[in-house]
Structures are given as structure tokens and as C-alpha cells.
């Protein structure tokens, strides 16, 4: 069955940290783009960012650049989101997702398209507040 799981959301306080993981079962995340979006009640999703398990490049949104890290375990074929300086507008329900073989992080007008994107984790909620 494939299936990804995300993980590691909660309420944290402004400035701290999180560690999000996704973790995919049933198939390899080899050769495939994975992406972390977000979407806050009232908004649009976003996506936050983006890594691309063939060359291994990264995308970030710039709301989030200098802040968040995505990096990848290939051998527990999970991949994370480190998220320092947390803010209350990072506050929303993260999703992991990943693209079919080959897929990659398409960016259009400097924004992460979920169109390539065909398997979705259930989200994590992730509250930023004092």
C-alpha cells in the first residue's frame, strides 16, 4: 500500500523549532520530487518547499527561506522539514507529497506547483503560538 505519513507537528512558541517528518511506505522515494505545503485556514495551500531526489536541489518559499531545511534519508526513505524561527504565520496543516518517477520540483513564477504532485500525506498541524 503506498502511503506517506507525516509527522512531528504540534504547538510550539514563537522562535522555537519543529522537526516535520514524512515517511513513505510501499514505494521508494528514489527518483521522485517530494514537497512540503502548508495551508492555514481561510488561505490557499502553499508550497513551502521542495526537494528533488534525482540531483538532490532544494526550493524554498521565501517566507520561509533562511528558516526551514529539507533534507532526506534515503535509507529510512523519509524526508524532513526542519523548522527554526517559527512564526505565528507559519501556523497552518503541513502535507508531504511526491511526484511519480522522474518528477521534479516545478516552480512557475517562483511559486511550488502542486500539479506534479499525485500522492499526498494526511498533514500534520502545526501551531505557532505564545
Known amino acids: 500500500q503506498v502511503q506517506l505519513v507525516e509527522s512531528g507537528g504540534g504547538l510550539v512558541q514563537p522562535g522555537g523549532s519543529l522537526r516535520l517528518s514524512c515517511a513513505a511506505s510501499?514505494?521508494?522515494?528514489?527518483?521522485?520530487?517530494i514537497g512540503w505545503f502548508r495551508q492555514a485556514p481561510g488561505k490557499e495551500r502553499e508550497g513551502v518547499s521542495c526537494?528533488?531526489?534525482?540531483?538532490?536541489?532544494?526550493y524554498y518559499a521565501g517566507s520561509v527561506k533562511g528558516r526551514f531545511t529539507i533534507s532526506r534519508d534515503k535509507l529510512k526513505n523519509t524526508v524532513y522539514l526542519q523548522m527554526n524561527d517559527l512564526r505565528p504565520e507559519d501556523t497552518a496543516v503541513y502535507s508531504c507529497?511526491?511526484?511519480?518517477?522522474?518528477?521534479?520540483?516545478?516552480?512557475?513564477?517562483?511559486?511550488?506547483?502542486?500539479?506534479?504532485?499525485?500522492?499526498w500525506g494526511q498533514g500534520t498541524q502545526v501551531t505557532v503560538s505564545s
Open positions: 510501499g514505494f521508494t522515494l528514489d527518483y521522485r520530487a
Open positions: 507529497a511526491t511526484t511519480g518517477p522522474e518528477g521534479r520540483c516545478t516552480i512557475i513564477y517562483g511559486r511550488l506547483t502542486n500539479g506534479p504532485f499525485n500522492s
Open positions: 526537494i528533488s531526489s534525482s540531483d538532490g536541489s532544494t
